[in-house]
């Protein structure tokens, strides 16, 4: 492979997505705790397509058009959908050969926010590797965008950013003048002995607990549970491997 060296940025926020929007990047969306985590399960559970949608209204009119829909706003599942944002809601006898809507706080905004890009992939620690390994065959610029809590600092997904990023500048494949890539990176080499341990430390966790929602932290911040690429087309996500569509 001889590609001339492509630009990695990390965006922390969708606060400060407009100073790294290009129509050109590649965005990856990061959102742990609990969107993408529960994208990516869904995909390998079976599903057929997801459309995501930004608002509660959208979500409601899907609903009332015949879908199946999984929606939350704070953690809290709403009142018309079939259930909600757990990476446990999407079991195989679920959501296997279904569509389903998604509407999230904060992941799926982020999905449309990034929809002009030259494609929008999901990230997560459970789909690490085989997104890194697909990023680094592409000629092309990528931003790895931390969807946050409600525009604020994320922990835990700096946290995956940071080592999806390692992955990428070690290929030699990527360089970066990003200090957002190089904040990443550092936190990850301080969580990845312990991620588990460290991924308590965030703010989300606590929120998710308060609301007993924390029983899906360990299994979000597992290592490669799949090798599916969840990708955005034309209004839904679909998935592919090895840069072949799934779907």
């Not at 922390?12 to 990856?28: C, Q, R, T």
């Not at 995501?52 to 599942?77: H, I, L, N």
């Not at 308590?200 to 308060?210: E, F, I, Y």
């Amino acid at each position: 492979m001889n590609m001339k060296k492509r630009q990695l940025e990390v965006c922390l926020s969708p606060a400060i997505y407009d100073k790294h929007a290009n129509n050109e990047n590649i965005v990856v969306v990061i959102d742990v705790l609990r969107a993408t985590s529960t994208i990516c399960t869904a995909f390998a559970n079976g599903v057929r397509q997801i459309i995501p949608v930004a608002t509660v209204e959208e979500a409601r009119q899907k609903k009332e058009e015949g879908y199946t829909v999984a929606s939350e706003r704070d953690g809290y599942v709403l009142d018309f959908a079939d259930f909600g944002n757990s990476p446990f809601n999407f079991s195989v006898d679920k959501v296997k050969d279904k569509d389903i809507v998604y509407s999230t706080t904060n992941g799926t905004r982020c999905i449309h926010m990034a929809s002009h890009s030259k494609e929008v992939l999901i990230g997560s620690f459970l789909n690490l590797s085989a997104l890194a390994g697909y990023l680094i065959e592409q000629d092309v610029p990528v931003l790895l965008f931390c969807a946050s809590w409600k525009d604020r600092f994320s922990l835990e997904d700096t946290v995956c950013a940071g080592a999806l990023a390692e992955r990428l500048l070690a290929s030699g494949n990527y360089d970066s003048i990003c200090d957002a890539v190089t904040a990443s990176t550092d936190l990850w080499s301080i969580a990845k002995n312990d991620l588990n341990q460290y991924s308590l430390k965030a703010a989300q966790k606590g929120r998710l607990a308060s609301k007993g929602l924390d029983d899906c932290i360990e299994f979000c911040h597992q290592l490669d549970f799949t090798d599916l690429i969840p990708y955005y087309s034309d209004g839904r996500l679909l998935s592919k491997t090895n840069g072949t569509n799934k779907k």
